[in-house]
């Protein structure tokens, strides 16, 4: 990542609470830093997909018609959580994605009821099942944005590119997973630190 070398006021989260705000002399700013805070669950995995050995990329891999989902290996039931998606294949950009309840979307059973999602289609997009007001489509090389408010219960779904974006509001006050679902083979998404 980019570094900048300089001085810097700094605040001190913890919890989402601000503790303090304090002066940093000569200390080096990495720019875009994450925490890479989850990683594609092989034990949520539907059997169509494949994990890479990384565990940051995720490929449908058979020539069936058939929804298959992934769930990350950690949710989040309080505070603030960001990550980011790039969408590196696709036959149509049908793609889902949102958060979950565990269990619900396992390597068992494909239920979507526990999921809240933003459903990038061919032709259009849905948001829980409505159709947005925007009808454009994701495209290959799309990074989405994810913003998870777990206070707030609400996600916030941003595609960089288009900067179109989908609320999702009045999510449960549950322990909440990144979910990601994938149709057609060879779809495949990784995830961006």
């Not at 290996?73 to 696709?90: D, E, L, P, Y």
């Not at 979950?100 to 990038?120: E, Q």
Request: charged share 25%; proline share 3%; with cysteine.
């Amino acid at each position: 990542s980019p570094s900048r070398t300089g001085d810097y006021e700094a605040e001190v989260f913890i919890n989402g609470e601000k503790l303090a705000t304090t002066f940093v002399v000569g200390c080096c700013v990495l720019d875009d830093l994450q925490e890479k805070w989850f990683e594609f669950d092989s034990t949520e995995c539907q059997a169509r997909l494949t994990i890479s050995s990384d565990k940051q990329t995720v490929t449908c891999n058979e020539q069936v018609y058939s929804w298959s989902s992934v769930l990350a290996s950690r949710g989040a039931r309080h505070g603030q959580h960001t990550w980011k998606v790039k969408i590196r294949k696709s036959q149509s950009i049908n793609i889902m994605v949102g958060v979950a309840k565990k269990p619900g979307l396992t390597a068992k059973r494909n239920n979507y009821s526990s999921g809240y999602c933003w459903f990038g289609c061919h032709g259009g997009k849905y948001v829980l099942g409505k159709e947005s007001e925007s009808n454009r489509e994701f495209q290959v090389n799309d990074i989405l944005q994810f913003d998870l408010d777990c206070d707030k219960h609400t996600l916030q779904i941003t595609n960089l590119r288009s900067r179109e974006t989908a609320k999702i509001d009045n999510l449960p006050a549950a322990e909440l997973f990144p979910y990601f679902s994938l149709v057609h083979p060879q779809d495949s998404i990784s995830l961006e630190w």
